[in-house]
């Protein structure tokens, strides 16, 4: 089992960017598709980007994040990252990493899909 830690979360104006940052230990990092989940208060936790254990290709994207965010690994360094650019208030939410080997493209978006979360990180995006 991979333990998962996220980093970068914090609070920004709206049209702000911040980098988050998950840290994996224990596991065959490669081995596993990661994605970046957000939960806002009252709200289903909600896949926003996903990508596969090569990362040569990001499987996924929120719609309400096209051309917004950006997700990459490195496998070298257990690390994957997401860059999120011109935030809106929207996007105010706990974000969490997570990590699975049963992804594939028809659950790609269910959290149930993946086994392994790290404990999140806050994003607050105000005026």
């Known amino acids: 089992q991979v333990q998962l830690a996220e980093s970068g979360g914090g609070s920004v104006q709206p049209g702000g960017s911040l980098r988050l940052s998950c840290k994996a230990s224990g596991g065959a990092f490669n081995t596993y598709t990661m994605g970046w989940f957000r939960q806002a208060p009252g709200k289903e936790r909600e896949a926003v980007a996903v990508i596969a254990g090569s990362g040569r290709s990001t499987r996924f994207y929120a719609d309400s994040v096209k051309g917004r965010f950006t997700m990459s690994r490195e496998n070298a360094q257990n690390t994957v990252t997401l860059q999120m650019n011109s935030l809106k208030a929207e996007d105010t939410a706990v974000y969490y990493c997570?990590?699975?080997?049963?992804?594939?493209?028809?659950?790609?978006?269910?959290?149930?899909?993946?086994?392994?979360w790290g404990p999140g990180t806050q994003v607050t995006v105000s005026s």
């Open positions: 997570a990590a699975g080997r049963r992804v594939i493209t028809s659950n790609t978006r269910n959290p149930s899909a993946y086994d392994n």
